[in-house]
């Protein structure tokens, strides 16, 4: 069955189907290295910011682009702080640049050829890494289909003002609910982002 249509026998989901369109998940398709670098530097910022941090990390340290795991390790804190990068992200940089160069980072290829939770596992060993950023590794870069992101705070808030519910749900319930959705969590996580997006109205 089509995934929109799929997600249509859920009224609320054939609501935001209506009003946003038919959305796709993306498929960055990149190297985990890169992804996860560029997720580091976002945690915790807004975009903008975050943005011009790692763009500031591309320039001054990659001399234009992303430095490669051992330019990265050898960069002075200094230099990292200077970036506007965080201590804590600084540790969580050097320790992905760590597990790429001794090959315990799994390459997109490897990844491919892992499921979810397997991978959710493996790249939660990195510091700073857990498994809100590997779901995103998961939607966004590898394009998987059945994704839900259950304690995502956008996800959660997209969710109470779509069912207009007057808390946001708990993870666990919020799981539990979206097994509805299955195969297509991930397409009915978008659609939740962008309720929580516009839902300026909605109070917690």
């Not at 997600?7 to 054939?14: G, K, N, R, T």
Request: proline share 6%.
């Amino acid at each position: 069955m089509n995934k929109h249509l799929h997600l249509s026998q859920d009224p609320v989901m054939a609501g935001l189907i209506t009003r946003f369109g038919k959305l796709r998940v993306p498929a960055a398709q990149r190297e985990p290295y890169e992804a996860l670098c560029e997720s580091i530097v976002y945690q915790q910022l807004h975009a903008k910011a975050a943005a011009t941090i790692f763009g500031r990390l591309v320039t001054q340290i990659g001399n234009g682009v992303l430095p490669a795991p051992g330019a990265l390790l050898d960069a002075p804190d200094e230099a990292l702080r200077a970036a506007g990068i965080s201590r804590n992200k600084i540790a969580a940089l050097r320790d992905l640049a760590r597990h790429a160069q001794d090959g315990r980072l799994p390459t997109l290829a490897d990844c491919r050829a892992l499921d979810d939770e397997t991978l959710i596992a493996r790249l939660s060993d990195i510091r700073g890494i857990g498994r809100w950023t590997v779901e995103m590794f998961l939607i966004f870069t590898l394009g998987r289909p059945d994704v839900l992101p259950a304690g995502d705070f956008g996800v959660r808030r997209g969710y109470a003002i779509a069912y207009s519910q007057s808390e946001m749900p708990a993870p666990k319930a919020l799981a539990l609910a979206g097994e509805r959705w299955a195969p297509h969590r991930s397409l009915a996580a978008l659609y939740l982002w962008r309720v929580a997006d516009g839902g300026k109205a909605w109070k917690a």
